[in-house]
């Protein structure tokens, strides 16, 4: 008894005596079994809590404060983290004076982990973009650098854009994530470019996931929109269980199409906060969105069409045209 009041917990008392004694012994020593069950469980919290705020350090640092600008586009994005910390990348990186690569990814980790591997992904992307402007080369050698490192059961998605902001061609690849929408100004419709790609980290050879890399290539016309998005966004779910979609986002751009795409991403946000309500975040948010300035037009006319021939690459890999109902206004 004297040991345990001094805070021993590794001793038990003697089940013998008198029953009332037995049974004394027996209530203390269940009491010091669950003192010491709980103790435990307070500094594996505490040590889970440690790592969490480390993962979201770590998280944040990733998060670039400042976007180097380009020339004839405006851009905004949205980036909203989950209670959980998850494992959402975005990044602009130049890779030359007129070229410029726009990545959206995803970890399938989450904590630490997870943290580390989005670390990977912004190094390597950064090291293998400078001077390539093959969406899908990029993709393979980032697929190179970190296949090998990245723990048995995780992956990650990824969605490059390159883009040339002389000739407004922008090339595609996708590491199995979301498609990208490209809405038309010209028209208001929205077109989904699904190329498809296996995502980074599956233990494959690389053979086969060079074989499974599509690469799509577009021409942007004046007030067109590039939406590059996480599974975030297309299934947050509302008060009624309901995934927020991607109609939404296409109907928020057609009403505010006149606006910044700051404004349009602001109003993106605020209408997905809206639609999850009181329900949990359970998955990061992120939404980089580009829109082609009409004012620059000039510095790429005449010469996509040449372009895209030259290339020989695929346009519209996989392409759905979609024209969602406009019956919801947005708030601006």
Do not use: W
């Not at 944040?60 to 905004?76: E, K, Q, S, Y």
């Not at 109907?251 to 606006?259: G, L, P």
């Amino acid at each position: 008894m004297r040991k345990f009041s001094q805070g021993d917990l590794d001793s038990q008392l003697p089940l013998e005596g008198a029953e009332e004694f037995y049974e004394i012994s027996k209530a203390l020593n269940e009491l010091i079994m669950r003192i010491r069950r709980d103790r435990k469980n307070i500094v594996e919290r505490e040590i889970l809590q440690k790592e969490m705020q480390l993962a979201e350090q770590i998280q944040l640092a990733l998060i670039p404060r400042h976007l180097p600008t380009i020339r004839g586009f405006d851009v905004g994005t949205i980036y909203r983290a989950a209670r959980m910390v998850g494992g959402d990348l975005f990044d602009v990186v130049k890779i030359d004076e007129e070229t410029f690569g726009v990545v959206v990814a995803d970890v399938s980790g989450k904590g630490v982990p997870g943290s580390l591997v989005m670390a990977m992904v912004r190094m390597a992307l950064r090291l293998e973009a400078k001077g390539n402007r093959s969406a899908r080369d990029i993709v393979l050698r980032l697929n190179d650098h970190i296949a090998d490192d990245i723990k048995r059961g995780m992956f990650v998605t990824i969605l490059l854009a390159v883009i040339d902001t002389r000739t407004r061609m922008v090339n595609f690849a996708s590491a199995g994530h979301n498609p990208v929408i490209h809405y038309r100004g010209r028209d208001g419709q929205a077109v989904f470019i699904n190329a498809k790609g296996m995502p980074v980290g599956i233990k494959t050879d690389r053979a086969a996931f060079a074989a499974g890399l599509e690469e799509a290539t577009i021409s942007l016309e004046p007030d067109d929109y590039l939406v590059i998005y996480t599974d975030g966004i297309t299934e947050g779910r509302g008060d009624q269980q309901r995934a927020y979609g991607t109609d939404r986002v296409v109907d928020i751009i057609r009403e505010s199409r006149e606006h910044s795409a700051a404004d349009v991403a602001a109003a993106i946000e605020k209408d997905i906060v809206r639609f999850i309500g009181k329900q949990d975040q359970h998955d990061d948010i992120t939404m980089v969105i580009l829109k082609n300035c009409p004012a620059s037009k000039e510095a790429g006319e005449g010469r996509a069409d040449e372009v895209a021939e030259e290339s020989g690459r695929r346009t519209d890999i996989d392409s759905v045209i979609i024209d969602p109902p406009r019956d919801r206004k947005p708030e601006i």
